[in-house]
């Protein structure tokens, strides 16, 4: 049985979606799994113990309009594939389902293109994933995580040599709204710091020059902010004792290497189905605020210009949950 599995969306959602290949894998063990994946992403589900081949679709610059699809849809053919999952149903990928060969085409909602129609509800995303297994193998586990195994070969050396505990922190995201902030996350490093526990900065952030001052003063802290591919990202979570984020992708690597995380949703929810599973990670929201959630994704600017649903957690709400997370590690 080949299997192509088709997410196009951000890094996170990708990763979240493994769930589905983790599942078909226990279920189907002789499967050989493929995924599609915008190029930039290929990297991190390749650490997938599930997945076969990853194929890519650079469906915004050297294949985009009718004739990238055309071209993806026959190289994709050539893998003669019997069944196609889907996470999408715009435009762009039931263009390109219509154009595969596959016997069998399940995705959410209705569309005559699809073989299995699959009506969505509010769970979490990484059980989203598997009920589109369920259409054709009922008794798939929708408790099942994603997971990843980074290669230790790809640790930065400076990180073997801080004591644990290690926290890493990733202080950034895609939405403005979505960032917790770069002074709040330097108290919460102080605090951290203050108790003896390494720190490690990881992801994308234009003021790198403030956590090189903070490292300068602390020897037990590391930045590799803007310095790690996506799979030494993923290795550094991996081999944390915990992470603490903003609601954006590092929580979902933490989820797929079994990293537990403390993780701050503002304009968004955890009721959106992207928060960590109660066992790994501690959520922090407030939940008292009329205002929320305001975007599905976040945004640039705070609608009401207040950004409340952020600066209203404290960085000592985050250190005594992050203390908490770690007791039970």
């Known amino acids: 049985m080949k299997v192509l599995i088709i997410q196009t969306a951000f890094l996170g959602d990708a990763i979240i979606s493994l769930s589905l290949a983790e599942e078909l894998r226990r279920l189907s063990p002789e499967a ?18 599930s997945v076969n081949k990853v194929f890519t679709f650079d469906k915004y610059n050297t294949e985009s309009g009718l004739e990238g699809i055309q071209k993806k849809a026959s190289e994709l053919n ?10 999408h149903n715009s435009k762009r990928t039931i263009m390109l389902i219509e154009r595969l060969n596959a016997g069998q085409k399940i995705g959410y909602g209705e569309n005559k293109v699809l073989t299995h129609n699959v009506r969505e509800v509010q769970e979490p995303h990484t059980a989203k994933a598997i009920r589109l297994l369920q259409a054709i193998l009922p008794e798939a586990n929708v408790k099942t995580l994603p997971k990843l195994q980074p290669l230790e070969s790809s640790l930065p050396k400076e990180l073997l040599n801080l004591p644990r505990p290690i926290i890493a922190i990733a202080p ?14 330097l108290a919460l490093m102080n605090r951290l710091l203050n108790e003896k526990h390494s720190i490690v900065v990881i992801g994308n952030n234009s003021k790198l020059h403030l956590f090189d001052i903070h490292k300068s003063l602390n020897t037990n802290m590391l930045n590799l902010l803007s310095q790690t591919s996506i799979e030494g990202l993923a290795a550094v979570i991996s081999y944390s004792d915990i992470l603490i984020s903003n609601d954006s992708a590092p929580v979902h690597i933490a989820t797929a290497t079994n990293t537990p995380s403390v993780v701050i949703f503002g304009p968004t929810v ?7 599973p109660q066992e790994l990670g501690i959520v922090i929201e407030n939940k008292e605020l009329w205002c929320r959630p305001c975007a599905s994704h976040g945004s640039n600017e705070c609608p009401i210009h207040t950004h ?7 960085p000592d709400i985050v250190f005594e949950s992050a203390m908490l997370r770690l007791s039970l590690s």
């Open 78 to 87: 050539t893998e003669q594939f019997d069944i196609v999952f889907t996470f």
């Open 32 to 49: 050989e799994i493929s995924y599609l994946v915008r190029p930039e992403f290929a990297a991190a589900i390749k650490l997938s113990p």
């Open 308 to 314: 409340e649903c952020m600066s209203s957690i404290s």
């Open 172 to 185: 950034d995201s895609v939405w403005k709204t979505k960032q917790w902030g770069i002074e709040n996350f």
């Open 270 to 276: 955890s009721d959106f189905g992207f928060a960590p």
